[in-house]
């Protein structure tokens, strides 16, 4: 009964700096996504395909979680957009204290575009808000399609759905259309997108769906 008690607090107190967070990234037009999906899901990967694809229109920075190592972090600075590391040691998830420290060690005058790559993980991720506008879960073909039914709550709480190596998909036994199905019974409203980051189908209509939605918070923001 204590431990349940602690872990309500311990949300509470995210709830409430996360709310601090997203007065900063909103006051200064900054879009955010949290971008979650097992280790091994490809959220790097996606996210450089994606980085390639939209930093000559938008002011991009990611924000990269990781238990231990710098090794994403230095594959996204590569592409020349700021990138800030931070090392859980160990722990599972990122929190919306991490966030607060990343985001003073940013420029944000020069950013209208973050993307926060959280630790590869399914489970608790999907309870701590990180400020973002929106929840992209990255799921790969190697995983299986029993991943939504598994840990519901990860699918249920996100907005964009990107299902990557679908190059793979010959090889394996995966089922979309029982991935579809899936998806409509937990989430109706999620967006889904099919991408490889071997071939690069299918980052022109997830990009323009980013861009569509900058575009709108945009012109909320100017309103
Ligand atoms: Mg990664
Ligand atoms: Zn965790």
Excluded: W
């Excluded at 999906?37 to 450089?48: N, Q, R, W």
């Excluded at 506008?133 to 799921?139: A, F, K, P, Q």
């Excluded at 793979?168 to 036994?173: D, I, K, V």
């Excluded at 769906?209 to 909320?220: A, D, I, S, V, W």
């Amino acid at each position: 009964m204590k431990q349940i008690e602690v872990k309500k607090n311990i949300l509470k107190s995210n709830e409430v700096l996360a709310e601090k967070n997203r007065e900063v990234l909103n006051a200064h037009g900054i879009f955010t996504i949290n971008f979650l999906g097992s280790p091994g899901a490809g959220k790097t990967s996606v996210l450089e395909q994606m980085i390639k694809n939209m930093k000559a229109r938008h002011y991009m920075a990611v924000i990269e979680g990781d238990l231990y190592t710098t090794k994403d972090a230095e594959r996204i600075e590569a592409h020349g957009i700021p990138v800030i590391q931070v090392n859980t040691g160990g722990a599972c998830h990122l929190d919306a204290a991490m966030i607060e420290e990343a985001l003073a060690l940013l420029e944000l005058e020069k950013i209208n575009f973050l993307v926060i790559e959280n630790v590869g993980n399914l489970v608790c991720p999907a309870s701590y808000d990180l400020s973002e506008h929106m929840r992209v879960t990255v799921l790969s073909i190697t995983e299986g399609n029993d991943k939504p039914l598994k840990y519901p709550s990860m699918f249920q709480r996100s907005d964009v759905l990107i299902v990557n190596k679908i190059d793979l998909l010959q090889f394996t036994n995966f089922s979309m259309e029982e991935l579809y199905q899936d998806i409509s019974c937990l989430n109706k409203d999620m967006k889904i997108f099919e991408v490889s980051c071997a071939t690069g189908e299918g980052f022109d209509k997830l990009c323009d769906y980013f861009n569509t939605r900058l575009q709108q918070e945009g012109g909320e923001k100017h309103a």
